[in-house]
């Protein structure tokens, strides 16, 4: 069983940066794969950002080249710095766990967090 819970959330203007954190509860945090998922009212659950047990990273199109996934197994926590917001990248982070392969796909998470709000003003 695993725990999760996210923090960091905010306002913040276009161009601007925030670092969202995920606190894990619970035993072998460095054997799952972490993964940050966006959702707004309007649409489906969205790929963000994942890291595998190994360290090997992956992006979603959409945050490539200014989202940072990271994650610090002493402190059962994953990170997620994000530079250059948008307005469109607003909607309510959540991370997420698993030991599922296929990390893009929310289906494959067991453990969610609550979720934090990220939004960002033109």
């Known amino acids: 069983q695993v725990q999760l819970k996210e923090s960091g959330g905010g306002l913040v203007q276009a161009g601007g940066s925030l670092r969202l954190s995920c606190a894990a509860s619970?035993?072998?945090?460095?054997?799952?794969?972490m993964g940050w998922f966006r959702q707004t009212p309007a649409d489906e659950r969205e790929f963000v950002a994942a890291?595998?047990?190994?360290?090997?990273?992956y992006y979603s199109d959409y945050v490539k080249g200014r989202f940072t996934i990271s994650r610090d197994n002493a402190k059962n926590t994953v990170y997620l710095q994000m530079n250059s917001l948008k307005p469109e990248d607003t909607a309510l982070y959540f991370c997420?766990?698993?030991?599922?392969?296929?990390?893009?796909?929310?289906?494959?998470?067991?453990?969610w967090g609550q979720g934090t709000q990220v939004t960002v003003s033109p």
């Open positions: 997420a766990a698993t030991r599922a392969r296929y990390l893009s796909d929310y289906i494959e998470y067991d453990y």
């Open positions: 619970g035993r072998s945090f460095s054997t799952y794969a």
């Open positions: 890291i595998d047990f190994d360290g090997s990273i």
